[in-house]
């Protein structure tokens, strides 16, 4: 919660950045109208888990499953005034596990740090840049060099060249291959190697 806090409180420039970006995009422009939500209640699970292997949705329900997440866990914002401000920041938590997915990064601390630098390189908001900075400090010397040399300069890369990840329609996309997404927004094929 205090981690959904520091997001909140922190990101007075960052949101109303990555809002803009969604308003000139399409299907970001979209989003915002219509304002999705990623949530139990608006899930076919049952449909997703009967999907092929390889396409997001399929993907996105294996990674809850295999993690034992939900995204029913990410709290609503409480810190932001603006309506439209708020749909932003509770739309980056809900899609969250989506970067996971796409990134092919677990849920323990070397896989949260490769997220927080895409995260962090993506929106710009404070509280990904000092998850990205200070994760590592409890991580091992051997992690740490996996980190350095193959993890985090792969998550620059790719949170530089791919388009914003708020622009995408999810729930309209969970047909699509994996593969396809990622060369789509941008997103360079995950390290070989073990996290």
């Given at each position: 919660?205090?981690?959904?806090?520091?997001?909140?409180?922190?990101?007075?420039?960052?949101?109303?950045?990555?809002?803009?970006?969604?308003?000139?995009?399409?299907?970001?422009?979209?989003?915002?109208?219509?304002?999705?939500?990623?949530?139990?209640?608006?899930?076919?699970?049952a449909?997703?888990?009967?999907?092929?292997?390889?396409?997001?949705?399929?993907?996105y329900?294996?990674?809850?499953?295999?993690?034992?997440?939900?995204?029913?866990?990410?709290?609503?914002?409480?810190?932001?005034?603006?309506?439209?401000?708020?749909?932003?920041?509770?739309?980056?938590?809900?899609?969250?596990?989506?970067?996971?997915?796409?990134?092919?990064m677990?849920?323990n601390?070397?896989?949260?740090?490769?997220?927080?630098?895409?995260?962090?390189?993506?929106?710009?908001?404070?509280?990904?840049?000092?998850?990205?900075?200070?994760?590592?400090?409890?991580?091992?010397?051997?992690?740490?060099?996996v980190?350095?040399?193959?993890?985090?300069?792969?998550?620059?890369?790719?949170?530089?060249n791919?388009?914003?990840?708020?622009?995408?329609?999810?729930?309209?996309?969970?047909?699509?291959?994996?593969?396809?997404?990622?060369?789509?927004?941008g997103?360079?094929?995950?390290?070989?190697?073990?996290?």
């Amino acid at each position: 919660d205090m981690v959904a806090v520091l997001g909140e409180t922190t990101g007075c420039l960052a949101l109303p950045n990555l809002r803009d970006k969604m308003k000139h995009h399409p299907e970001g422009y979209r989003i915002l109208q219509e304002r999705p939500r990623i949530r139990l209640s608006t899930l076919d699970m049952a449909r997703l888990q009967g999907l092929p292997d390889g396409v997001l949705g399929r993907e996105y329900v294996r990674f809850l499953e295999e993690n034992k997440v939900s995204p029913d866990t990410r709290m609503p914002p409480k810190f932001v005034d603006d309506e439209e401000l708020a749909y932003v920041i509770q739309r980056y938590r809900e899609v969250h596990d989506l970067m996971h997915t796409l990134l092919g990064m677990p849920t323990n601390m070397l896989g949260e740090i490769v997220v927080k630098w895409f995260e962090a390189i993506q929106t710009g908001l404070p509280m990904c840049v000092l998850g990205a900075a200070f994760g590592p400090v409890r991580l091992s010397a051997q992690k740490l060099r996996v980190l350095a040399t193959e993890l985090v300069p792969w998550a620059i890369r790719s949170g530089r060249n791919a388009s914003c990840v708020l622009n995408i329609y999810y729930e309209q996309r969970w047909e699509q291959p994996v593969e396809s997404l990622r060369e789509e927004i941008g997103i360079f094929p995950p390290p070989a190697v073990r996290v």
